[in-house]
């Protein structure tokens, strides 16, 4: 994979932008011929009839149609028939009961297309029912799976069917997302058994919150049975890393063409060839998001429950239609199944320069993973999840996922033009008539998201691969305003900080000035981490040491003061602070140690005021800076207690060293 420095663009994407428009037809004026005037100016329609000319309209696709005689080494010998058979079997196969030890009668196609008559229909067992013993309905009813459609097939699927779907003046597809417009950590459940009982990070500070194999089992069922109970539903067959060793295929089954819209832009997308091939899923999501969980199972505490059994590997969404559960589920897997392989999973945008430098992005969500990853100047391999490897790094995705509120086409001109056709944009308010969007508007939600495939960004590197990176940004939005916006870190210190993952956001913007709130997440990442954090900091320290990489710490948040009296940073000062790390000039400059965090902040950074670089410059009450940073400096230590007892790494004494590299005050 990775090592060839030199990517080059080639993912340009565009529309057919009509290079062979002709005009229109031209009229052209026969002679009368008998005295009879033809209207024949254009050749006649090649149909006899309407239903005819319908036909005629679509023509047999690639995507979800097997391709007769495949060649090479993949040469197939069976037949289309047994292919359709195979698929129908693995998608019952995927929506069976466990209880009733029967999977549904399954059909391909759209159950609103009547004239489309079931050819192949599985069953798990045949029925032979009896009309007085007690048959459930579902097993009376054909379940209809809408395959890999095509992002146009989903566009028309929502619009029909899913009240909240508009195409907005882009072409986007705007969608609401329901009761839950962000992730819901609290309602996240992972089986506990023999296994994951001593792989996985369990108690105080671990996402993973345990349930058993039973109540996993009671809750697959209520989605099985849910999911079968509707008139159809969408099946995504895709993949996940970029890496092609390490890639991990997935089957999506969901209710809603929002759903099935969103991981068909999110996860790598497959070729018909890789589709044909695609045999079992590693690791199957079912979203019955639209239906509750039973708030009296056992491990329930709301009627929101998102289920990882990694034994069988499976997850279960019940409660909530926030389409962010399927990624950052699958992201919680990859970082319990790359480890197990030596590979490093990581919550950072990542991207590649003309030279091949690449470049790491961490930071909690809302700090600039994608904002600063997404770099007209750079190669985007990735913003938001990426594995590293002994090859070099790989994006597990295929799509991004950027935030929108008070999007400008200005500050962010490769995101704003990347909402166009088939991106989903959710919970976005625009005008009722023209449908264009107003991004400053968070009536539905201040979570307003884009999820478009990686390609509608013109620079992505594809594939989504790059050798090993040479810096480490740690970004962290920092509503206190007393962390400098760039400060080189030691390896220590990058250690300290990582574990940390430190960030401050407001808690409410709508009344008044409210008190920022500090929030700390181990790897800059704890909703998605499986095993303890100082696995993954072991792992990154290595990997930093060995390939040379330097760590830095970027303050995207509050300068000049607090929330509420200070402002936040300046996105083009930022984005010079990220030039200069990427040329490498930022290396050579001057520098001066900070009080009570110990960073050396540079002296001087190009295209961005000086005075800037050193928070206290900024604040015009001094006293107030020095205990807003005491301040931090306490939430940092007493944080960080939880971590003192552990070892990072086989080297003592890195772990001591990292303990000393926090705040000393
Ligand atoms: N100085 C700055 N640097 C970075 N982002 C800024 C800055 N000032 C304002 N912003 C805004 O902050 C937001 C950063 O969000 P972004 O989508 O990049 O977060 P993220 O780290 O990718 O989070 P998530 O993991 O939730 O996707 C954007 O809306 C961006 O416009
Ligand atoms: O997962 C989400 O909903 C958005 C995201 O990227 C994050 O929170 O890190
Ligand atoms: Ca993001
Ligand atoms: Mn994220």
Known sequence: MAGNGSGHANGEFSFGNGTARNGLAKIQTHKKQNGICHDDSAPPVKAQTIDELHSLQKK????????KGTQGAFASTISDEERQKQQLQSISASLASLTRETGPKVVKGDPARKSETPKHVAHAHEHHFTPTISVSDSSLKFTHFLY?????ELYEQAIKYEKGSFITETGALATLSGAKTGRSPRDKRVVRDETTEDDLWWGKGSPNIEMDEHTFMVNRERAVDYLNSLDKVFVNDQFLNWDPENKIKVRIVSARAYHSLFMHNMCIRPTPEELENFGTPDFTIYNAGQFPCNRYTHYMTSSTSIDLNLARREMVILGTQYAGEMKKGLFSVMHYLMPKRQILSLHSGCNMGKDGDVALFFGLSGTGKTTLSTDHNRFLI?????????????NIEGGCYAKCIDLSREKEPDIWNAIKFGTVLENVVFDEHTREVDYSDKSVTENTRAAYPIEYIPNAKIPCVGPHPKNVILLACDAFGVLPPVSKLSLAQTMYHFISGYTALVAGTEEGVKEPQATFSACFGAAFIMLHPTKYAAMLAEKMMKHGATG??????????SYGSGNRIKLPYTRKIIDAIHSGSLLDANYKKTKVFGLEIPTEVEGVPSEILEPMNTWADKNAYNATLLKLAGLFKNNFETFTNYKIGKDGKLTEE??????IF
């Open 658 to 663: 990292i303990l000393a590299a926090g705040p």
């Open 552 to 561: 830095w710490l970027v303050n995207t948040g509050w300068s000049g003061g």
């Open 60 to 67: 047999k696709s690639a995507p979800t149609t097997p391709i």
């Open 382 to 394: 990735g913003d938001d999840e990426h594995c590293w490897s002994e090859n070099g790094v790989s």
């Open 148 to 152: 890999n459609l095509s992002p146009a």
